[in-house]
């Protein structure tokens, strides 16, 4: 079973939403820090919203904020990315990854685990 498993993803119209999900198994989420990322055709994967395991903290790329809200559940071992008012520069795989570090930083090296991605495309 893979650690880590993106759900969520689709076509949506420009201004739509969508919610993506993280199932995490094999290992406890409250001691792991958890980002998405995000890659496109022909471009670097760069970070969309992380989340710290010490006190739920977040950080967001300059990008999505107001847009997007990362939230986590423990319990559930999930992590979660809602995405609102989307735009078509946000078609990309989504990637979710964890770090033991307590960074909410989206510094892809400090990310070992990756999710096998899921596809957003935003078009009308």
């Known amino acids: 079973q893979l650690p880590l498993v993106e759900s969520g993803g689709g076509l949506v119209q420009p201004g739509g939403s969508l919610r993506l999900s993280c199932a995490a198994s094999?290992?406890?989420?409250?001691?792991?820090?958890i980002g998405w990322f995000r890659q496109a055709p022909g471009k670097e994967r760069e970070g969309v919203s992380c989340?710290?395991?010490?006190?739920?903290?977040?950080n967001y790329a300059d990008s999505v904020k107001g847009r997007f809200t990362i939230s986590r559940d423990n319990a559930k071992n999930m992590v979660y990315l809602q995405m609102n008012s989307l735009k078509p520069e946000d078609t990309s795989v989504y990637y979710c990854?964890?770090?033991?570090?307590?960074?909410?930083?989206?510094?892809?090296?400090?990310?070992?685990?990756w999710g096998q991605g899921t596809q957003v495309t935003v078009s009308s």
């Open positions: 990854a964890r770090s033991s570090s307590s960074t909410r930083n989206c510094s892809i090296a400090e990310y070992d685990y």
């Open positions: 094999g290992f406890i989420l409250d001691y792991y820090s």
């Open positions: 989340i710290s395991f010490v006190g739920g903290s977040t």
